[in-house]
């Protein structure tokens, strides 16, 4: 059995966070271990509010899933606190795992401001070091470059030297983007890998975020590239959240 680490917080609705985290790494044969940062109140369309959980608390979960599991790849979620974003560092350093895949959630879709802007500036500076590789979207990619870029292209062009100046590889996702195909990119230190598939419109789409990084850090950890990584998990997302549409009836 493989062990996946999920660093997030818990989603009383079970669509994100993680309890979406524990499903997909079941469904791709991990056993997910978890590290709660904060609890959050929401529904499918909108996050409420967010308590953090205790630092203390944080580091103990992590540290015990650490000590008592082979855990071959991490994935963090929403953070919660300075005071937690701290402890992930600390202890990524501490255990230096060697696949990290940090989704980077800023704010909920809704708009519920997750972390501060001296959390940003010390997730940039010391958290992403310690990633494999990082998953903004368009409007978080802005707010981490302090840019307004409108293309996948001009995406890609500041993102070629924010992988080289945060030391990690970047998939610049495509949903925000204003375009009839889905484009992506996987940017790295020395190369660029863009992707294009069609554009998918799903009435339930509560939680894409974290199955996607999930699912690109188990198959990270299953040895993958992270080319290969990403499409497998692309092609899998898909496939799960087409199913999910007639299992949950969502209709609105």
């Not at 959050?40 to 909108?46: R, S």
């Not at 030297?161 to 230190?189: C, P, V, Y």
Request: some cysteine.
């Amino acid at each position: 059995m493989n062990f996946l680490l999920t660093i997030a917080a818990s989603d009383n609705s079970g669509g994100a966070g993680i309890q979406q985290d524990v499903k997909i790494a079941d469904n791709l044969n991990y056993w997910a271990l978890s590290a709660i940062t904060g609890i959050t109140v929401q529904n499918f369309k909108t996050a409420y509010e967010i308590e953090p959980v205790k630092p203390e608390l944080l580091d103990s979960q992590i540290k015990q899933s650490f000590l008592s599991f082979p855990v071959k790849s991490v994935k963090i979620g929403a953070i919660s606190s300075y005071e937690n974003l701290k402890v992930i560092i600390d202890t990524l350093n501490r255990f230096s795992p060697d696949k990290v895949v940090l989704d980077t959630v800023l704010s909920s879709t809704s708009g519920l401001k997750l972390i501060d802007e001296v959390s940003v500036k010390t997730m940039k500076e010391k958290l992403f070091p310690l990633t494999t590789l990082i998953t903004p979207n368009k409007n978080e990619f802005n707010l981490l470059c302090n840019a307004e870029i409108k293309t996948i292209e001009e995406g890609i062009s500041i993102a070629e030297k924010k992988s080289k100046e945060w030391n990690t590889a970047i998939l610049l996702k495509g949903g925000h983007f204003n375009s009839k195909k889905i484009n992506e990119a996987i940017i790295s230190e020395n190369e660029v890998f863009c992707f294009e598939r069609d554009r998918l419109e799903f009435n339930y789409s509560h939680g894409t975020g974290c199955a996607l990084s999930t699912a690109v850090a188990c198959f990270l950890g299953n040895g993958l590239s992270l080319t290969q990584a990403y499409e497998k998990a692309s092609d899998f997302i898909i496939k799960y959240y087409s199913e999910l549409q007639f299992k949950l009836k969502i209709n609105d």
